[in-house]
């Protein structure tokens, strides 16, 4: 019975939702909303952790209460909280609180007075005309409510790609232990790392007889079957995450992890290809006429029109075929090709790792530097550092440094970028640093013209040195900055600055299109974790992914360098 993080942040939101529609303290649902993006964000199950016998690691807003109904959800999958508000409240009464219009006191209203605890029996309500009468309703309210009613469903939700993951995982460890199943692969766009997904779609070679499908529709989580069938089922996880599986005969395995890995557009100018030549291709393989020619493997499909294998992560139609054909495709960038991370914090500001922690847990990811980088002084709400506390702290990592062997401590900071293209700390302060990596945090709707000034000058600032998730958007949640890209990529040229590509989950900053953007104009990125904790380590996967499907090769990673080769690199700051 696998929890994972999304489930337990999921158990943290419904509680805020359900708090909230009985009006309870404002803080006291912030700190469960907080709560779900930590634990959905962290780079590490905690369910496993807590199953091996580990501590649950010290995490930011979660104090003793929380922690307890953590580790309660991890074991349970639910809390004894929930189920008592589960209780009060029917559970289907916070899909209300979606319905554009509603809020938590309105769907309150609307229970107390109404008894409507579903969307369906909102709609009918609102057909009789009853909602209109309902204090502060009022008959615009209730056309305005009916209307979103009709217009929905909303557009289907696509899942971040490390939430996908954690359900994968799991997935595909339980089907392997199948008896009969040969192999298991994840393909899809999960297999090409796109930064969400939309469900998983799974392959499986196994023996005759094997109860394979029947093991799958069983499975924990499922909470609906949507199909089952000798070869193929789709269900529906209790995250609302959907999961295709095939069964797949061995002969036909690489045709079928090749259809389903996808994109379609590929598939589309692949089977093109076998047209040419007088052959289709399908998920069964590849054919002329009855006879079939290739299939078993991915990489006999490829062959089939003259083709060398082509990374997952390519395959999105942008160009992948002709340089397959031209012998030209990139030697993509892998997670091993890192040998430093240049982002991260500590407990100094947001974080929750001293120095030494942070150091010792980027050492135990193979790493031999790390940079600390905390926030500035603008940034309250994560106690950013000002000149004074700055300055303390490079003491502390020269210090430190001396003690430490395998892993070289670099002083950064992560500087505030104003609105008007200033720097949040003075030159003094920045003078001692290795290196500046500059952000925006606030402000992030300026028309593209004003915003891109604002980042190139924020560049010509003679310290500065990556710009740090430049699109500042979050997945889901924020839009991403309008910006010029082509300007500030070229001025990140021109100026010896970098980019990065923030590998935590919500930010993928810069994302696929403009990373491949900066490759092509010749900027570096960086691909950094922006670690919080010392699990977070984890994330710099889906940098890499990212940096993958951007086509970046090793030397297109600022921080695949040794530090030797990085130094000067950072002449900006270094060595002045
Ligand atoms: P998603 O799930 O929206 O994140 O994206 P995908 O790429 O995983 O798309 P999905 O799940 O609809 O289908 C999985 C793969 O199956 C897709 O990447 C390519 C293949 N496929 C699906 N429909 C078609 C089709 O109509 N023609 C061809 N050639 N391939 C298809
Ligand atoms: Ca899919
Ligand atoms: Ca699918």
């Not at 529906?236 to 379609?264: C, I, M, N, W």
């Not at 006429?289 to 490829?302: H, I, K, N, Q, Y």
């Not at 915003?451 to 991403?480: C, K, W």
């Not at 403009?514 to 490759?519: F, G, S």
């Amino acid at each position: 019975m696998p929890v994972h993080n999304a489930d337990i942040a999921t158990v943290f939101e419904e509680i805020a939702d359900l708090l909230e529609i009985q009006g309870e303290n404002p803080f006291r649902i912030r700190a469960y909303r907080n709560a779900a993006r930590t634990v959905n964000e962290l780079g590490r199950d905690l369910a496993t952790l807590l199953a091996g016998g580990g501590e649950l690691p010290k995490l930011p807003g979660i104090g003793p209460d929380l922690a307890g109904k953590i580790k309660e959800i991890a074991a349970s999958g639910t809390c004894a909280l929930l189920e008592r508000l589960h209780r009060e409240l029917p559970p289907a009464i916070t899909e209300l609180l979606k319905v554009p219009g509603l809020g938590p006191k309105r769907v309150r209203l609307l229970h107390d007075s109404l008894e409507v605890d579903t969307v369906e029996e909102l709609r009918r309500a609102g057909g009789a005309g009853r909602i209109r009468e309902l204090p502060g309703f009022g008959e615009k309210m209730e056309a305005r409510i009916l209307e979103a009613l009709a217009a929905r469903p909303a557009a289907p939700q696509r899942f971040k790609l490390a939430v996908a993951a954690q359900y994968a995982a799991a997935l595909e460890a339980w089907l392997a232990r199948v008896p009969g199943v040969r192999k298991v692969t994840v393909a899809g766009s999960y297999r090409r790392m796109r930064e969400t997904v939309g469900d998983l779609d799974i392959l499986v070679a196994a023996a005759a007889g094997s109860p394979v499908m029947r093991r799958f529709t069983a499975y924990d989580e499922v909470k609906s079957v949507l199909a089952q069938g000798e070869t193929r089922s789709s269900v529906l996880l209790k995250s609302g995450l959907q999961v295709d599986l095939r069964l797949v005969p061995p002969e036909s395995y690489g045709a079928a992890l090749h259809y389903f890995t996808g994109s379609k557009a590929h598939n589309i100018a692949i089977r093109k290809l076998g047209q040419a030549r007088g052959l289709k291709i399908n998920e069964y393989g590849v054919f002329r006429r009855e006879e079939r020619l290739a299939g078993d493997t991915e990489e006999s499909v490829f062959a089939a029109v003259d083709l060398p294998w082509i990374p997952p992560e390519l395959r999105e139609d942008r160009g992948e075929i002709e340089a397959a054909r031209r012998g030209e495709l990139p030697r993509l960038v892998a997670l091993a090709d890192l040998r430093g991370d240049l982002h991260s914090h500590t407990k100094a500001t947001d974080g929750h790792g001293s120095i030494r922690e942070m150091a010792l847990a980027a050492k135990a990811a193979g790493l031999s530097y790390i940079a600390v980088t905390e926030h500035s002084r603008r940034l309250t709400v994560a106690r950013g550092l000002d000149p004074q506390r700055l300055a303390r702290q490079i003491d502390e990592i020269d210090r430190l440094n001396e003690s430490l062997s395998g892993i070289t401590v670099l002083k950064g900071i992560e500087v505030d970028i104003l609105e008007n293209g200033g720097l949040d700390l003075p030159d003094s302060a920045l003078k001692g640093l290795d290196l500046v990596v500059g952000a925006v945090h606030s402000a992030f709707t300026l028309p593209r013209r004003r915003q891109t000034d604002r980042i190139l000058r924020a560049m010509n600032s003679r310290y500065f040195t990556v710009l740090a998730h430049p699109s500042a958007r979050l997945l889901g949640s924020r839009e991403e900055m309008d910006l010029d890209w082509l300007r500030v990529v070229r001025a990140a040229k021109e100026r010896g600055c970098f980019l990065e590509v923030n590998a935590q989950p919500d930010r993928l900053d810069l994302d696929d299109v403009h990373a491949r953007m900066a490759r092509e104009e010749g900027v570096p990125v960086a691909v950094s974790s922006d670690a919080h904790s010392t699990y977070d380590f984890a994330h710099l996967q889906y940098g890499i992914g990212q940096a993958r499907r951007a086509w970046l090769e090793p030397k297109d990673v600022l921080n695949t360098r040794s530090l030797k080769e990085l130094k000067p690199l950072l002449a900006r700051t270094m060595g002045r």
